[in-house]
């Protein structure tokens, strides 16, 4: 384990997150809650990283603030020459319209609108969207197009949020506990969706997680806990999701 530069094959990548003594303090009342404690952090081109750690260790909130959902306490992030610490909440919306997709545990899918529609209610506002059918092909749900949530299964669902996260054609993907609602063999597919994304668009992609298992299909694994980055592991291959022990 090692710091921030511990990445393979990194010198030929460009760096597309910079985080410097990232601090976010929360407070509740008269009690400071101390969720980041000075993380240093950079995310390169195309790569795929899991953020590895327990509830409450601060990946969500480090995941919130690389977004632009959140600002730090102090320190400085940066997306590509973008300073993100100190911009507003205009800057903050623009910039995750046109470089951001979120995938959470939850799917947050319109109940009343189909697959392609939930979809399609993204590529309505973005610069060079994807057709919504080519961002649900992509996750493998080219036959499920016009069906409803209520018709889909947990896992396609989740593959349907992500089709929507990734049909504005964003440079980041941000997925936090994509699989915390799936078991096993659903979560499988939802992996395998988003590696797909990653390998065959190039999408700098982030997953937080708490499940060592999903560790093995990572270029890097940041460890985090109690606010801090513990360690930075880099895989010398990446593992197919099928792969992984579960």
Known sequence: MSGPAAQ?????????????????????????????RGVDLDLLE????????????????????????????AGEVRYRDRELS?????????????HVGFVFQFYNLIPS?????NVALVTEIAESPMRPEEALDLVGLADRMDH??????GGQQQRVAIARAIAKRPAVLLCDEPTGALDI???????EAIERVNRELGTTTAVITHNAAIAGMADRVVHIADGRIAGID?????????????
């Open 86 to 98: 100190h911009a507003g909440e205009a800057a903050l919306t623009a910039y995750r319209r046109r």
């Open 185 to 191: 063999t659903t979560g499988m597919l939802v992996l």
């Open 234 to 246: 880099a895989n010398a291959k990446r593992m197919s999701p099928r792969d992984l022990s579960w």
């Open 148 to 153: 409803f949530p209520a018709q889909l299964s």
């Open 46 to 73: 195309g790569e795929f990283v899991v953020l590895l750690g327990p509830s409450g260790s601060g990946k969500s909130t480090l995941l919130n603030i690389l977004g632009g959902l959140d600002v730090p306490s």
């Open 113 to 117: 609108l189909t697959a392609r529609e």
């Open 8 to 36: 393979p094959a990194a010198a030929a990548r460009a760096t597309v997150f910079q985080a410097r003594g990232i601090t976010k303090v929360y407070s509740m009342g008269e009690v400071e809650v101390h969720a980041l």
